[in-house]
């Protein structure tokens, strides 16, 4: 986390004149709260790195849309903290809203409009969030997975888990998420790599 605060600092290009010349070094402060646990998996980098550009920008007097800020998260863990990032994480993180994407890389397309607030409650009060205590390095594991690219039938089965997800989430009442489409989308990422999952999650399977 303090490294991607540092980097967050360093690519926001803060400079100040003192006695006629420019500095890159300015005393800030800046202070983190969340109620996640660092690696928990939940994507609380990719938030805490659109939190930290988004102040800083508006700190030295600037204005980035949304997309922008999330792109510049994005870029702020592949070229200054050298990590492998998907854009999943740092793209829903500036707007907070429940949505329907369709990815392509750079930059994802916004498919369908957002999610309305009563959908994004409804669904929280059907979901349970366990956490089992061992740290996710989301980095670690794309080093592990993105060399098995090849192993298509297992992402076209991802996409269509998350298609019969939207689908479950867009109705009027809201259904539950299909369990069978859980248990397939859980299946296809076991099989791009052993390590996706752990001891302690298929002891609560």
Same mark, same amino acid.
């Given at each position: ?6 980097? %967050? ?58 997309? &922008? ?7 702020? &863990? ?18 907070? !809203? ?15 409009? @957002? ?48 298609? %019969?997800?939207? !689908? ?11 369990? @069978? ?25």
């Amino acid at each position: 986390m303090l490294d991607l605060l540092k980097a %967050a600092v360093a690519r926001s290009g803060i400079e100040i004149r003192r006695n006629g010349a420019f500095s890159t070094h300015r005393q800030i402060s800046l202070r983190v709260r969340s109620s996640a646990p660092p690696a928990s998996g939940l994507g609380s980098s990719a938030a805490l790195g659109v939190a930290a550009i988004g102040a800083l920008v508006r700190y030295c007097g600037g204005h980035l849309l949304p997309h &922008e800020i999330a792109r510049e998260s994005q870029l702020l &863990e592949v070229e200054n903290l050298k990590l492998e990032c998907g854009v999943q994480d740092n793209w829903p993180a500036p707007t907070a !809203e429940s949505t329907s994407w369709k990815w392509s890389i750079p930059r994802p397309d916004l498919s369908d409009s @957002p999610r309305p607030l009563g959908c994004l409650r409804a669904s929280k009060t059907r979901l349970v969030l366990i956490i089992t205590g061992k740290s996710h390095f989301s980095s670690g594991m794309h080093q592990k997975v993105i060399p098995r690219r090849s192993h298509r039938a297992d992402f076209d089965t991802l996409a269509e888990a998350a298609v %019969a997800g939207k !689908e479950a989430l867009s109705g009027a009442p809201i259904t539950p998420l299909p369990a @069978p489409a859980m248990n397939t989308n859980w299946a296809a990422q076991k099989r791009l790599h052993p390590d996706i999952t752990t001891p302690e999650i298929e002891a609560l399977a």
